[in-house]
């Protein structure tokens, strides 16, 4: 069974960089089949989807967080990871990761609440 | 951007009640479309993909259907585990989009 779980600070500075780390445990991170999903879920409970990445390091980002985002994959530790730049309070939600097969995410992480404040 | 609108928003039911969310694209999506149930601090759980087919180890209970622009998540008799909130998300197009939500609470 494929688990995933996030880490990565909890309280992030406005205008700093958000950085979160996905491990993903009971399969490869290499595989043909899959990309590698972040989800963020608002307080306001709205889902948004960030992007994902393949083991190969292509990238699909939604276009409203693309000149903030980067992704990477690291397959020597079974991860991925996830940069958001330049935060600010609209950015604080739970941050989930996921794989995806065809587009649909299978497994998730159990999230991590990441809070933009002073 | 594709925008989807789920309706509705929240709806109280009791165990054993068939319930019906209703999910709509505002502009034709074929079959792309997936339903996720999310609970508070669990790991949310992909229910349906492609409109209509059931994932690996969810119950039968559990069905979807419809193409095009209006889909529906069907629970035929809700179970106690069932309350909960429920997300259909369209993968026709980049950005991926998802609706609103709905809280399945017990009435």
């Known amino acids: 069974q494929v688990q995933l779980q996030e880490s990565g600070p909890g309280l992030v500075k406005p205008s700093q960089t958000l950085s979160l780390t996905c491990t993903v445990s009971?399969?490869?991170?290499?595989?043909?089949?899959?990309?590698w999903s972040w989800i963020r879920q608002f307080p306001g409970k709205g889902l948004e989807w960030i992007g994902h990445?393949?083991?190969?390091?292509?990238?699909y980002y939604n276009p409203s967080l693309k000149s903030r985002l980067m992704m990477s994959v690291d397959t020597s530790k079974n991860q991925f990871s996830l940069k958001l730049s330049s935060v600010t309070a609209a950015d604080t939600a739970v941050y989930y990761c996921a794989r995806t097969l065809n587009k649909h995410a299978d497994f998730w992480g159990q999230g991590t609440l990441v809070t933009v404040s002073s | 951007d594709i925008q989807m609108t789920q309706s509705p928003s929240s709806l109280s039911a009791s165990v054993g009640d068939r319930v019906t969310i209703n999910c709509r694209a505002s502009q034709s999506i074929s079959d792309y479309l997936n339903w996720y149930q999310l609970k508070p601090g669990k790991a949310p759980n992909l229910l349906i993909f492609g409109a209509s087919s059931l994932q690996g180890g969810v119950p039968s209970r559990f069905s979807g259907s419809g193409s095009g622009t209006d889909f529906t998540l069907t629970i035929s008799s809700l179970q106690p585990e069932d309350f909960a909130t429920y997300f259909c998300q369209q993968t026709y197009s980049i950005p991926l989009t998802f609706g609103q939500g709905t809280k399945v609470e017990i009435k």
């Open positions: 990445i393949s083991s190969s390091g292509s990238t």
């Open positions: 009971g399969g490869s991170i290499n595989s043909d089949d899959h990309y």
